[in-house]
């Protein structure tokens, strides 16, 4: 209830941020090594921080749903697993442009990039397993959505434990130091990604809780 | 002993001759560049990539909104035909 009165003046705010992206964008500093391709990172970024909510949304739902049986939460899991393939795909096509111009190649098989696919194969298979599992597949999703938030962890430390070709974790640590021009404008694109990540997984559970009143009204009605 | 000899003179020679081999001047063998000795009009521009990769975010997030818009088009409508069908309420 709370959520659908937020929805059209966080959906405002969103929009007048997305609107401003673009400027904030142009207007930040050059990285010196690879210049007019860096500004790929004020998106990519953003997005692997909303697949990392809304993964850990799906884990902590599909926990909820496998222990306590709880619909509801079963509901928030499919949502957020949508969310996550979605986000994973910008992550991984950005990253791909991104790095055919910077490594040359337009993808490398190293621990970082290995593991972030595989992750989205894990939460493609949840939303195959939800959709073609026939009675009882939303458990067998649940267990998979667990199985995906367990991998999320190596993803991100993937590139300090391994050689890979892939930036450590400690660029964005360093960055506020670095440049601070550079670091507010990720974390404006940042926090209007999240926004706009939040607004979709809305959207996304009323899809849900939708399809389920009608479920329940068909079966009360066939009683 | 001959045999010997002969042996040991083509060996030196073949050894010599790539120990003593100095790499071709003015430019590598296998065409290898580095990048930052290239000319500007060579190297990859970098305009595609960035804005392919927004556009891409673009199209991506309205292609998915559009999917969930017409989704729960779909449900409502079903709703409101059977909450027609039954006459009665339905949340």
């Given amino acids: 209830m709370v959520m659908r009165k937020l929805f059209v003046p966080m959906l405002v705010i969103t929009a007048a941020m997305f609107a401003y992206s673009p400027i904030a964008i142009a207007n930040a500093p050059y990285e010196s090594t690879m210049r007019l391709v860096q500004k790929i990172f004020y998106y990519h970024f953003p997005a692997w921080m909303a697949l990392t909510v809304s993964v850990t949304v799906c884990t902590v739902a599909s926990a909820v749903y496998l222990f306590k049986g709880n619909a509801r939460a079963d509901r928030i899991a499919a949502a957020a697993a949508e969310i996550t393939v979605i986000f994973g795909l910008f992550?991984?096509?950005s990253g791909s442009l991104w790095g055919r111009k910077a490594w040359g190649v337009w993808w490398q098989w190293d621990a970082r990039l290995t593991m972030a696919f595989l992750l989205e194969l894990i939460f493609f298979g949840y939303i195959l397993v939800r959709n073609y599992g026939g009675p009882g597949a939303e458990k067998l999703a649940a267990a998979m959505g667990i199985f995906g938030g367990a991998t999320a962890p190596?993803?991100?430390?993937s590139v300090d434990w391994w050689r890979t070709v892939h930036p450590k974790t400690s660029v964005m640590t360093t960055l506020g130091e670095t440049s601070p021009q550079m670091w507010y404008v990720v974390w404006f694109c940042t926090f209007t990604i999240l926004l706009f990540m939040g607004l979709l997984?809305?959207?996304?559970?009323?899809?849900e809780e939708q399809r389920a009143t009608l479920d329940r009204l068909y079966l009360e009605a066939e009683d | 002993?001959?045999?010997r000899i002969s042996l040991a003179l083509v060996?030196?020679?073949l050894v010599g001759v790539t120990a003593f081999?100095?790499?071709?001047?003015?430019?590598s063998p296998d065409g290898f560049v580095p990048l930052s000795?290239?000319?500007p009009g060579e190297e990859m521009p970098a305009a595609p990539f960035v804005v392919?990769?927004?556009a891409f975010f673009l199209l991506l997030m309205l292609f998915y909104l559009w999917t969930i818009w017409n989704r729960l088009s779909k449900v409502e409508r079903d709703l409101k035909e059977f909450e027609r069908r039954h006459g009665g309420a339905t949340r």
């Fill in chain 1, 154 to 157: 190596f993803v991100y430390k």
């Fill in chain 2, 11 to 13: 060996t030196f020679m």
């Fill in chain 2, 37 to 39: 000795s290239l000319p």
């Fill in chain 2, 1 to 3: 002993m001959l045999r």
């Fill in chain 2, 21 to 27: 081999a100095q790499p071709p001047q003015g430019g």
């Fill in chain 1, 201 to 207: 997984l809305a959207a996304r559970i009323r899809l």
């Fill in chain 2, 52 to 54: 392919g990769a927004y």
């Fill in chain 1, 91 to 93: 992550g991984l096509v």
